[in-house]
Structure formats: structure tokens, C-alpha cells
């Protein structure tokens, strides 16, 4: 299974930001869809940055709530990984495990056509266990 499999059965929509809006703005839209980050896109549709919880939690810890009036671009990972359609599941695992990260954008051609996220990633890995198993039983059984 690929990323392509993935993003068929989730859906492509990706909440994004842009890189001046504010840091409290930013966990509004996190708490507001439910989700654990949010890609950051330039002026020209690009992705330019990721912020997820955990960076708000740590900007919060490191500098106090007063960091929630400065701008995502300051907290937010510039240098961004990035996944694609034709990714396989375990190379998206390898990246999540290696890179120690929850989400990868998927990036076509330049743009940003979804996103996957290591829940994702789990309950892919679980279906193709659950597939695998039924049709071992189904080879046992039938002979």
C-alpha cells in the first residue's frame, strides 16, 4: 500500500495557514478541526513551514504565553519532509520513526495535495495485517 491508497480512502483536505498569522490564531484552527498541525504555505501556494502542538506547547514552556501574539513563522519547521503519492507505507514509517514526527505533507509537482499522519499510517498497516490474515484463513480452509 502507498500514500496514493492512503489520501483514496482519508480524503486530500489539508488545513493550512499562512506564515504571518499569529501563533494563538494558528491553536485555534488546531483545537477548531481537531488535528495535531498545520502546514504553513507562502504567498506563492508552496509549503513553507509545519507547526504542530507540540511546538506551541514547548514556544509556550520556553518563552511564556506572550509568544502567542508572534507569528507562526517563527516557531514553525522550515525544513519540512515531505512525502508522495507513490510512497510506500514503510518508507512513511521509516521517515516518522527516523525524523521522530507525527505528519508528512504530500507534495505533487510543487503543491501540497494532502496530508498523512502516523494514525494514518496505523490503521493502514492494520488493514493489510487483517487482509493478510483472512486470506491465510481463506488458503487454510479452501486447501
Same mark, same amino acid.
Given at each position: ?43 506563492? !501556494?508552496?509549503?513553507? +513551514? #509545519? $507547526? /504542530?502542538?507540540? @511546538?506551541? =506547547? ?51 509537482? !510543487?503543491?501540497?495535495? +494532502? #496530508? $498523512? /499522519?502516523?494514525? @494514518?499510517? =496505523? ?21
Amino acid at each position: 500500500m502507498n500514500v496514493a491508497t492512503i489520501l483514496k480512502m482519508k480524503g486530500k483536505g489539508v488545513v493550512t495557514a499562512k506564515p504571518d498569522m499569529s501563533l494563538l490564531d494558528v491553536a485555534k484552527l488546531l483545537g477548531q478541526h481537531g488535528i495535531g498541525c498545520i502546514v504553513i504555505e507562502g504567498d506563492d !501556494g508552496k509549503v513553507a +513551514g #509545519i $507547526v /504542530s502542538e507540540r @511546538d506551541i =506547547v514547548r514556544a509556550i514552556g520556553n518563552a511564556g504565553a506572550k509568544v502567542l501574539k508572534e507569528p507562526v513563522s517563527v516557531y514553525m519547521t522550515t525544513t519540512v519532509v515531505t512525502a508522495r503519492e507513490a510512497d510506500t507505507i514503510d518508507r512513511l514509517m521509516s521517515e516518522m520513526t527516523t525524523h521522530r514526527f507525527r505528519h508528512l505533507p504530500v507534495v505533487e509537482r !510543487g503543491r501540497l495535495i +494532502g #496530508i $498523512v /499522519s502516523i494514525g @494514518d499510517v =496505523v490503521k493502514m498497516r492494520i488493514a493489510e495485517a487483517e487482509m493478510e490474515a483472512a486470506a491465510m484463513r481463506n488458503y487454510i480452509t479452501t486447501g
